[in-house]
């Protein structure tokens, strides 16, 4: 069985605090990417709204429009900054979220956007489970008052390192998704999110480690910075997680970067180890990544 992951590379998950202007927060994020790449990563990612405020009032107001593709600087300037970066850098960016308006369906998304080293766009990932949650005298949010969800499970080839499959926070709660990418042979599960201080406490780290022990791949949980006046409170703690479900690397709630190594021979170890994989009985049970699975919207 050759390797997932073909060779090490360090990944960069950036907790970064936004605010209310987007040309600022496209400015810092660019500022926190350099930072990282400069320390030698090779995948960087943002987190979930990077460019905005996140909650429903926000995502009109600083949605940009995507397609078609590529959109002109007007329409997207987040489009062309991580494009830009990427070449600049030369690194893999996995672009968090923004907000999307597309005008043939006069509908919001919430959208990561991912780019190669040559500063070309590899994949476009509109969030499928809207976040819409009631927990009385806790927290009520309804993403769904706003936006639309995505259609399809998204997988990123980089072909000097292997598949990764990109997914947006709620999409954490829905193991088929992570079955799914790694049955179709990724190594990483990555996950832009904003939990909030309720949900996050819960099962923010819980999540991230079962998606990895389930799968015995690699997890990145990609957090903004908590901000306490900020009318959404995220919940922070970014972290990588191992294929063997353990937390290789970990920050607080305050904005910081976290890095981790991502070893070549850990997912095949793991799965050697405990073989789930040779042991699944799909003569019991389908196989629901071999169904009618959407690659495309």
Known sequence: MSK??????????????????????????????LEATSNGAN?????????????????????????????????????HALSALAK????YIVGGSIPEYWSETKKHYNTSLTFG??????????????????IPGKIRFKESEVL????????????EYGKIAIAICYDIRFPE????????????????????????ALHWALQGRARAMDNQVYVGLCSPARDMEAEYHAWGHSMVVDPNAQVL???????????????ADKIEEARKGIPLYTQRRFDVYPDISQGDVRYEE
């Open 4 to 33: 997932l992951l073909k060779k090490p590379l360090k990944l960069a998950l950036v907790q970064l605090a936004t605010g209310a202007d987007k040309s600022v927060n496209l400015s810092h994020a660019r500022s926190k990417v």
């Open 43 to 79: 995948i960087v990612v943002l987190p979930e709204c990077f460019n905005s405020p996140y909650g429903t009032s926000f995502f009109p107001k600083y949605a940009e429009t995507l397609l078609p593709s590529p959109p002109t600087e007007s329409q997207s300037p987040t489009f």
């Open 88 to 91: 600049e850098t030369k690194a």
């Open 117 to 134: 080293p040559d500063g070309k766009l590899l994949a476009t990932h509109r969030k499928v489970h809207l976040f819409d949650i009631d």
């Open 148 to 159: 639309s969800p995505g259609n399809r499970v998204t997988i990123v080839d980089l072909p």
């Open 177 to 200: 998704l992570a079955t799914i990418a790694a049955r179709k042979g990724c190594f990483l599960l990555l996950y832009p999110g904003a939990f909030n201080l309720t949900t996050g």
């Open 249 to 263: 690397a970990a920050t607080d709630e305050n904005e910081g970067i976290v890095y981790a190594d991502l070893d």
